[in-house]
């Protein structure tokens, strides 16, 4: 292990002696890699535990926020309620979770793929980055909610909807990470391959798509914590054919504060759950690559 | 050493394990011992992985060693009292000649003036002024290790740690640095520690040639380099220069074979059990 920080002993008295000397980290290399280890566990466990006992605390005192936010017990549920509320275990979520995470699997997989694939067209070929970048460009900064009501008024009020504009969303993220990552790949690595004669699809069997791989997965990773907000946004604006986000707007209007907060962590769990499947696969495709912490929420 | 001054640095069974938490730890120096006199300039010449670089690491204080100790005596009072050049990546893309000498200085405390004033004589020694404003990537592989050797100079160190410095140059390069190297050492004698993996760079430069032994790496020899100072990198046309080369290659290719016949044994000895 590498220590960045060796502090150095300076003795004040006399002539300057610096000490390099082996620190702990040196001494018990595998008693100081397990401590490590037990305190960064102990601290992703500590900190949501200590701060579910706080909401606890707040509610069971109504604590009065800021001097003037008083946490009302009619309107605000505590942990504990939800955990044993009546009403949550009547409740049928299972659907809406169910709901959910197939319109995004299904719009994750459309929009990655189209993503991917013009990504790749356009880091290749000068003449499709020529024919498309002007436009595409232009079409990233529109907010992709805004072209929700387009796409009901040309798909109708199924699925379709909602799906196409995650897909949409999705595909602005790993286009542009893949076109990147493509233009990125090193002249050198180029060279040597075209050197031995590589054919265009060579090229990218062998150098093109392993070189940038690593930035594509950044861009899938980003683009899976962007899907689950857009799917939310989208079943909160229209709740009526199910999913997380109508779950959370039920809660609201059928004034069970517990299902809203079950539909958000669920939300949270989902986005989770995902991130972490599309980093596996990453770390599966690309073993040579350093494993790096990029948060998976944009 | 006979020597009644205290050393500059002194390394005390220096030891460096890598991945010691796991069921296959990297032996990678060591126990090494080394004393290095105030003023000396020391190369280190090692086979690759041999823990050259682990060792100046150690003493630059970027690495604890595992084992041991290495102190280090300073005279005077200033912040960077050790500075290092790298092989590669030492200096910074994204800043100027100038930025990249002053980085030392203006991380040291000194206002911008004062730096800007150092940084610019400094970059005068080694022949930098009309580049002060250029970017790294405009320049040679020559000049760029030139900014990093007055980046490392300008803060006016006790002690110089020097890792390959010159082992990407091609080789005409590689002589016309080293002669400005001894020309500027010659100025003002500061203590050196110079890595390489060239025997002769380690002869033309060194007061001292210190060989070390393939992983883990131990002192194999330390010989005194005989020829007088000032010295210039023509020495090495002279005849006394390839005889001394020359004796001391078979010297080593003696032991180095010596050592890999040893570990050989220890290995089958090892295999065996």
Same mark, same amino acid.
């Given at each position: 292990?590498?220590?960045?920080?060796?502090?150095?002993?300076?003795?004040?008295?006399?002539?300057?002696? &610096?000490? =390099?000397?082996?620190?702990?980290?040196?001494?018990?290399?595998?008693?100081?890699?397990?401590?490590?280890?037990?305190?960064?566990?102990?601290?992703?466990?500590?900190?949501?535990?200590?701060?579910?006992?706080?909401?606890? $605390?707040?509610?069971?005192?109504?604590?009065?926020? $800021?001097?003037?936010?008083?946490?009302?017990?009619?309107?605000?549920?505590?942990?504990?309620?939800?955990?044993?509320?009546?009403?949550?275990?009547?409740?049928?979520?299972?659907?809406?979770?169910?709901? @959910?995470?197939?319109?995004? $699997?299904?719009?994750?997989?459309?929009?990655?793929?189209?993503?991917?694939?013009?990504?790749?067209?356009?880091?290749?070929?000068?003449?499709? =980055?020529?024919?498309?970048?002007?436009? *595409?460009?232009?079409?990233?900064?529109?907010?992709?909610?805004?072209?929700?009501?387009?796409?009901?008024?040309?798909?109708?009020?199924?699925?379709?909807?909602?799906?196409?504009?995650?897909?949409?969303?999705?595909?602005?993220?790993?286009?542009?990470? +893949?076109?990147?990552?493509?233009?990125?790949?090193?002249?050198?690595?180029?060279?040597?391959?075209?050197?031995?004669?590589?054919?265009?699809?060579?090229?990218?069997?062998?150098?093109?798509?392993?070189?940038?791989?690593?930035?594509?997965?950044?861009? *899938?990773?980003?683009?899976?914590?962007?899907?689950?907000?857009? &799917?939310?946004?989208?079943?909160?604006?229209?709740?009526?054919?199910?999913?997380?986000?109508?779950?959370?707007?039920?809660?609201?209007?059928?004034?069970?504060?517990?299902?809203?907060?079950?539909?958000?962590?669920?939300?949270?769990?989902?986005?989770?759950?995902?991130? *972490?499947?599309?980093?596996?696969?990453?770390?599966?495709?690309?073993?040579?690559?350093?494993?790096?912490?990029?948060?998976?929420?944009? | 050493?006979?020597?009644?001054? =205290?050393?500059?640095?002194?390394?005390?069974?220096?030891?460096?394990?890598?991945?010691?938490?796991?069921?296959?730890?990297?032996?990678?120096?060591?126990?090494?011992?080394?004393?290095?006199?105030?003023?000396?300039?020391?190369?280190?010449?090692?086979?690759?992985?041999?823990?050259?670089?682990?060792?100046?690491?150690?003493?630059?204080?970027?690495?604890?060693?595992?084992?041991?100790?290495?102190?280090?005596?300073?005279?005077?009072?200033?912040?960077?009292?050790?500075?290092?050049?790298?092989?590669?990546?030492?200096?910074?893309?994204?800043? +100027?000649?100038?930025?990249?000498?002053?980085?030392?200085?203006?991380?040291?405390?000194? @206002?911008?003036?004062?730096?800007?004033? #150092?940084?610019?004589?400094?970059?005068?020694?080694?022949?930098?002024?009309?580049?002060?404003?250029?970017?790294?990537?405009?320049?040679?592989?020559?000049?760029?290790?030139?900014?990093?050797?007055?980046?490392? &100079?300008?803060?006016?160190?006790?002690? &110089?740690?020097?890792?390959?410095?010159?082992?990407?140059?091609?080789?005409?390069?590689?002589?016309?640095?080293?002669?400005?190297?001894?020309?500027?050492?010659?100025?003002? #004698?500061?203590?050196?520690?110079?890595?390489?993996?060239?025997?002769?760079?380690?002869?033309?430069?060194?007061?001292?040639? *210190?060989?070390?032994?393939?992983?883990?790496?131990?002192? $194999?020899?330390?010989?005194?380099?005989?020829?007088?100072?000032?010295?210039?990198?023509?020495?090495?046309?002279?005849?006394?220069?390839?005889?001394? #080369?020359?004796?001391?290659?078979?010297?080593?290719?003696?032991?180095?074979?010596?050592?890999?016949?040893?570990?050989? +044994?220890?290995?089958?000895?090892?295999?065996?059990?």
């Amino acid at each position: 292990m590498t220590n960045t920080d060796p502090n150095t002993t300076v003795d004040k008295r006399g002539p300057r002696v &610096l000490r =390099r000397e082996p620190g702990v980290a040196e001494i018990k290399p595998r008693a100081h890699v397990r401590n490590r280890k037990a305190a960064e566990r102990a601290l992703a466990i500590g900190v949501p535990a200590a701060l579910l006992l706080l909401w606890q $605390l707040a509610h069971h005192y109504e604590w009065n926020l $800021l001097g003037y936010w008083k946490i009302d017990q009619r309107f605000y549920a505590s942990p504990y309620e939800i955990v044993t509320s009546e009403k949550l275990r009547e409740a049928d979520f299972w659907r809406d979770v169910w709901t @959910s995470t197939r319109r995004m $699997l299904i719009g994750f997989a459309l929009g990655a793929g189209a993503g991917v694939f013009i990504g790749l067209a356009m880091g290749m070929s000068r003449l499709v =980055r020529a024919a498309l970048d002007p436009l *595409l460009t232009a079409l990233y900064t529109v907010p992709k909610l805004a072209l929700l009501p387009l796409f009901l008024t040309i798909f109708g009020f199924d699925e379709r909807p909602r799906v196409m504009l995650i897909a949409v969303t999705v595909f602005f993220f790993v286009w542009i990470s +893949t076109m990147a990552a493509i233009m990125a790949v090193p002249e050198g690595y180029r060279e040597a391959a075209m050197s031995f004669g590589v054919s265009r699809w060579q090229m990218f069997r062998h150098v093109l798509l392993p070189g940038s791989l690593p930035q594509i997965f950044v861009g *899938l990773r980003i683009a899976a914590g962007v899907a689950v907000l857009i &799917l939310i946004g989208v079943e909160l604006v229209i709740p009526s054919q199910g999913g997380i986000g109508s779950l959370i707007e039920r809660g609201r209007t059928l004034l069970i504060p517990e299902l809203t907060y079950v539909g958000i962590a669920l939300a949270a769990l989902l986005g989770l759950l995902f991130t *972490l499947v599309v980093r596996w696969i990453g770390r599966l495709l690309i073993p040579w690559a350093p494993e790096d912490n990029a948060p998976g929420q944009g | 050493m006979t020597d009644t001054t =205290r050393p500059k640095i002194s390394a005390r069974s220096v030891e460096r394990v890598f991945a010691a938490e796991t069921d296959n730890p990297v032996h990678a120096l060591g126990p090494f011992d080394l004393d290095i006199a105030d003023g000396e300039f020391c190369c280190i010449v090692g086979p690759s992985g041999c823990g050259k670089s682990t060792f100046l690491r150690i003493v630059a204080g970027l690495l604890r060693p595992s084992a041991g100790a290495v102190e280090v005596d300073l005279a005077g009072t200033s912040k960077t009292p050790i500075a290092m050049v790298f092989q590669d990546y030492g200096i910074y893309p994204w800043k +100027t000649v100038e930025a990249n000498v002053r980085f030392g200085l203006e991380v040291g405390g000194m @206002s911008k003036r004062d730096a800007r004033e #150092k940084a610019l004589f400094w970059l005068g020694r080694l022949g930098l002024t009309e580049f002060r404003n250029a970017y790294p990537d405009k320049l040679s592989g020559g000049m760029r290790q030139r900014v990093a050797i007055a980046r490392a &100079l300008a803060v006016e160190p006790e002690i &110089l740690l020097m890792d390959e410095p010159f082992a990407a140059l091609d080789a005409q390069l590689r002589q016309i640095l080293q002669e400005e190297l001894l020309a500027l050492w010659e100025a003002d #004698k500061r203590t050196v520690l110079f890595i390489t993996h060239s025997l002769e760079e380690a002869i033309v430069l060194g007061d001292r040639v *210190l060989v070390m032994t393939a992983r883990p790496g131990r002192m $194999l020899e330390s010989v005194q380099v005989p020829f007088d100072r000032p010295r210039t990198p023509e020495l090495r046309a002279e005849p006394e220069f390839n005889e001394f #080369k020359a004796g001391l290659w078979d010297h080593l290719k003696l032991q180095v074979e010596q050592y890999l016949n040893e570990l050989r +044994t220890v290995e089958e000895e090892g295999d065996e059990r």
